[in-house]
């Protein structure tokens, strides 16, 4: 088990450019979530999956953002055509989740920073 | 879903007791309560999590009073490194769990 894997760590990008982000859930883990944070903000649901499906979209996740889980396995986050504001710290994490029960605790990656000049 | 509240800031010493306290009135029957605790640069770390009463690990304890609308995340002796933003979550298995985060607590240990 080596935990969340999420690449870049960082990334900066020029305004109007797209980028795309990846994480490496932890193998057995059937769900995948993506959060962003800013500074001093706690972070803010984005999109979620299980396995490949994606279960529910955030009004935050505009249409210039896409989010993928091919197989189930990893996950990738792309922003189209990036602006000033969505340079924040994109967070992914990923749990075992059952129809019943509690829910898991989850485990994040240390995210990817984005800084779009 | 349900909504928390927690306060802004705590400080403390090395070595003392805190409990930060989290207000969530309109938890709903199946919310289970869960903790976060987040570094600078890091993703959240799951501390801890329970449905009522007590809840003790390695780490905290958590204590859900009866009628469940507030829930005390509880560190013993904390030192320097429990310096850390702790977020309260509510949330259930059902619809996906779609995790709400609050702003959090910012605890700070001084020596």
């Known amino acids: 088990d080596t935990g969340v894997s999420q690449n870049p760590r960082h990334k900066i990008t020029k305004r109007g450019q797209n980028v795309t982000f990846r994480c490496d859930p932890i193998?057995?883990?059937?769900?995948l979530y993506w959060y962003r944070q800013t500074l001093g903000q706690g972070p803010e649901f984005l999109t979620y999956?299980?396995?490949?499906?994606?279960?529910?979209k955030s009004r935050l996740l505009s249409d210039r953002f896409s989010a993928e889980r091919p197989k189930g396995s990893f996950s990738t986050l792309e922003i189209q055509r990036t602006e000033q504001g969505d340079s924040a710290m994109y967070l992914c994490?990923?749990?075992?989740?059952?129809?019943?029960?509690?829910?898991?605790?989850?485990?994040f990656g240390s995210g990817t920073r984005l800084t779009v000049v | 879903l349900a909504k928390t509240t927690q306060p802004i800031s705590m400080d403390s010493y090395e070595g003392q007791e805190v409990n930060i306290t989290c207000s969530h009135n309109?938890?709903?029957?199946?919310?289970?309560i869960t903790w976060y605790q987040q570094f600078p640069s890091q993703g959240p770390r799951f501390i801890i999590q329970g449905y009522k009463t007590k809840v003790t690990n390695e780490v905290a304890s958590l204590f859900i009073p009866a009628d469940r609308k507030s829930s005390t995340l509880s560190l013993p002796r904390v030192s320097l490194s429990d310096t850390a933003v702790y977020y309260c979550l509510v949330g259930g298995n059902t619809g996906g769990f779609k995790t709400i985060f609050g702003a959090g607590t910012r605890l700070f240990v001084k020596a």
């Open positions: 999956f299980q396995n490949e499906a994606q279960l529910e």
């Open positions: 193998s057995e883990h059937n769900r």
């Open positions: 994490a990923s749990g075992r989740g059952s129809s019943t029960g509690p829910s898991p605790g989850y485990t």
């Open positions: 309109n938890i709903a029957t199946n919310d289970y």
